[in-house]
């Protein structure tokens, strides 16, 4: 860590006086190098992750490459504000700057996904950066690396540093040369991460958990909410922060969507990652198979019904897979609200159905957690779509749909979910200082 931060902060004079259109081009060439070993990447990063082949081909390596395109062309509009106060002869303008050494920190559920949504818009900016990637999770930053210098990414603009959060995450937020920290990841790791770098007083971006909502009205047309809210409960094994994790259903519709939910997550195959045809692949670490096996334990043991899944279903893998981390997409109802299950993020293949009666109640109940991160809502009632969306207290608010990103707008959450926002705007307003000068004439 030491001798990358030295590395960055000696390189950034340089790369911070580069126009925003070289930074530009280099961006845009490092999406194309990436772009150009698409397969190479995707087949890394399911077998390093234990995620499908498929979804690391169609979802986590083109978003690596959008995420370098998307700032490469977003650096090039940004606009400083500029007023006149005629009566005192003066004219004030803004003007913004790279802050310095970016000490970035990403998890490892969407490995590469992830490490460049932050690479990118920090050097973009004109910063240089640190990034640890998840130790779990480290082969595909390994061979973003090789393609830096290909790029035309000078020597020392990124640095990569593979090691384990307690000890090159914690020297990296301690480190007093590197002002700003982006963080993806638990909530408990960010409390850690606020509490070392206060005496530096360092700006932080935090996106963590999420224990998201999705509220089912009666008049919802259930041909596109069941097989969207099956892929929401379950895309990459549930170890996404966007994940829905609590369903709640309407009490005229409840049993009818159980009937239909239940039976569309029991299509879902689960199994190699390598296969095509696989719809969820291995739990990140046998630790964390386990952790999520805990939660449908307690949930059994409060009373609730596991409908499909964990302990109820036959769990049947290829010979080569059957010490692999593997669990079923596991739908449980008649869960309380206080359960554990509930309350807290189990960021696997389970989702919990309960039902609600009215539009008052179940707002109420969606947010009754710590977390505020994303939340669905399905109902064909355009008025209540917009009353619902405006009371919940989540970051993002899907309506009818789930995960249609523009990546202009505000992506983060409240409460637990973390601290600030990403996204064009405001992911060049954390990675730049901006100064207000005023002109007497």
């Not at 390994?142 to 914690?170: D, S, Y």
């Not at 409390?191 to 919802?220: V, Y």
């Not at 809210?229 to 369903?247: M, Y």
């Not at 977390?371 to 309506?399: C, D, E, I, K, M």
Request: charged content about 20%; some cysteine.
């Amino acid at each position: 860590v030491e001798a990358a931060v030295k590395a960055a902060k000696d390189a950034f004079p340089i790369w911070s006086s580069k126009s925003p259109l070289e930074r530009s081009q280099i961006l845009n060439k490092l999406a194309d190098l990436i772009e150009h070993d698409l397969e190479a990447f995707a087949q890394a990063e399911s077998k390093d992750q234990g995620k499908t082949i498929t979804f690391a081909r169609t979802v986590d390596i083109p978003r690596a490459v959008h995420n370098f395109r998307f700032f490469a062309s977003s650096i090039l509009h940004h606009v400083t504000e500029c007023t006149e106060m005629p009566t005192m002869g003066c004219v004030h303008y803004t003007s913004r700057a790279p802050v310095g050494v970016a000490g970035l920190i990403s998890p490892w559920n969407l490995p590469l996904y992830l490490l460049t949504w932050k690479i990118a818009p920090a050097i973009a900016c004109g910063n240089t950066v640190v990034a640890k990637p998840s130790e779990m999770t480290s082969v595909t930053a390994w061979m973003m690396c090789k393609l830096l210098e290909k790029a035309g990414v000078p020597p020392g603009v990124v640095n990569v540093v593979f090691g384990t959060g307690a000890k090159a995450g914690e020297a990296l937020v301690c480190h007093p040369d590197v002002p700003l920290i982006s963080f993806t990841g638990s909530t408990l790791t960010a409390q850690r991460i606020t509490e070392k770098s206060a005496p530096h007083c360092k700006r932080l971006s935090l996106e963590l958990g999420g224990k998201n909502p999705a509220i089912i009205f009666d008049d919802a047309d259930l041909s596109q909410c069941i097989p969207t809210t099956v892929r929401s409960s379950f895309a990459n094994q549930g170890e996404i922060c966007l994940c829905t994790s609590r369903i709640f259903v309407q009490r005229g519709i409840y049993s009818e969507f159980l009937k239909r939910f239940v039976a569309e997550a029991k299509k879902w195959k689960t199994g190699n990652p390598s296969d095509p045809t696989s719809d969820v692949g291995a739990l990140i670490s046998k630790e964390h198979l386990e952790k999520v096996r805990t939660y449908v334990k307690k949930a059994q043991a409060e009373g609730a019904r596991v409908l499909c899944g964990e302990g109820v279903d036959p769990l049947a893998l290829p010979p080569g897979n059957q010490k692999g981390y593997f669990m079923l997409p596991t739908v449980i109802a008649e869960v309380k609200d206080e359960s554990c299950c509930m309350q807290e993020e189990i960021f696997g293949p389970v989702t919990c159905v309960v039902a609600f009666d009215t539009e008052e109640e179940v707002i109420r109940r969606a947010n009754g957690v710590k977390y505020g991160l994303a939340a669905t809502v399905w109902s064909g009632n355009v008025g209540r779509v917009h009353r619902v969306a405006h009371r919940l207290q989540s970051g993002l608010v899907w309506t009818n749909c789930w995960l249609v990103r523009d990546l202009n707008l505000p992506f983060g959450g409240m409460k637990a979910s973390g601290i600030g926002r990403e996204g064009a705007k405001d992911s060049y307003e954390f990675f730049t200082e901006v100064k207000t000068i005023t002109i007497k004439h």
